[in-house]
């Protein structure tokens, strides 16, 4: 079972980009990385999937080197509104959530 | 498409009393997943769940909880004769299918308090 490690919190100020590095070293082949956000008092919500290389949505983008053992949730320009738990999972036959990085986006 | 819906919202019960939550999971999803979260920390798998079938219950308590998924209806998760522990925002999800990279959608939770 893949275990990932994320920082417990972090601080950014609007406007900012913010990157988010997730490390999975045990990550098995077919699986794969997932973002997920949470406000609070509500459930989490995708936010982006991965498997290799670059991954870029409207929301945000996942960068995931060759060996796979990170990855990276890049949000660009940061609002207020951005405030939440980001939680990086590795998405295999089943899914675990661990605690999570918590965002705090500061005027 | 209306996504995944939980019921009720907010729910309060004295200890001993039975709790019953649940969950709709989106149109055309026949896989169902709770989970449990206690204040300040990471959701925690509890049971998944296909039409009629229990597929995975390792994360949830062996004694006094039980979930079902029955061919017509809503996905329900009972907690019996709760204690203050099971305090907690418990989530459902769903997704369409299941394997390598399913997405799992969640709905709003349900607020359990125990008093």
């Known amino acids: 079972l893949a275990k990932t490690t994320q920082p417990i919190s972090m601080d950014s100020y609007e406007g900012q980009e913010v990157n988010i590095t997730c490390s999975h070293n045990?990550?098995?082949?077919?699986?794969?990385i997932t973002w997920y956000q949470q406000f609070p008092s509500q459930g989490p919500r995708f936010i982006i999937q991965?498997?290799?290389t670059k991954v870029t949505n409207e929301v945000a983008s996942l960068f995931i080197p060759a060996d796979r053992k990170s990855s990276t949730l890049s949000l660009p320009r940061v609002s207020l509104s951005d405030t939440a738990v980001y939680y990086c999972?590795?998405?295999?036959?089943?899914?675990?959530f661990g605690a999570g990085t918590r965002l705090t986006v500061k005027p | 498409n209306a996504g995944v819906m939980q019921n009720p919202r907010h729910l309060v019960r004295r200890r001993g009393q039975e709790a019953r939550l649940r969950c709709s999971p989106m149109?055309?999803?026949?896989?169902v997943y709770w989970y449990r979260q206690l204040p300040e920390e990471g959701l925690k798998f509890m049971v998944y769940l296909q039409k009629e079938n229990i597929i995975d219950e390792s994360g949830m308590p062996k004694e006094r909880f039980s979930a079902e998924f029955p061919k017509e209806g809503p996905s329900i998760l009972r907690i019996q004769q709760v204690v203050r522990g099971d305090s907690a925002a418990y989530f459902c999800?769903?997704?369409?299918?299941?394997?390598?990279?399913?997405?799992?959608?969640f709905g709003p939770g349900t607020r359990l308090l125990v008093l």
């Open positions: 999972l590795v998405v295999g036959n089943d899914m675990r």
């Open positions: 999800a769903s997704s369409l299918t299941t394997g390598y990279g399913e997405t799992q959608y």
């Open positions: 991965g498997y290799k």
């Open positions: 149109k055309g999803h026949s896989h």
């Open positions: 045990n990550i098995a082949t077919n699986d794969y």
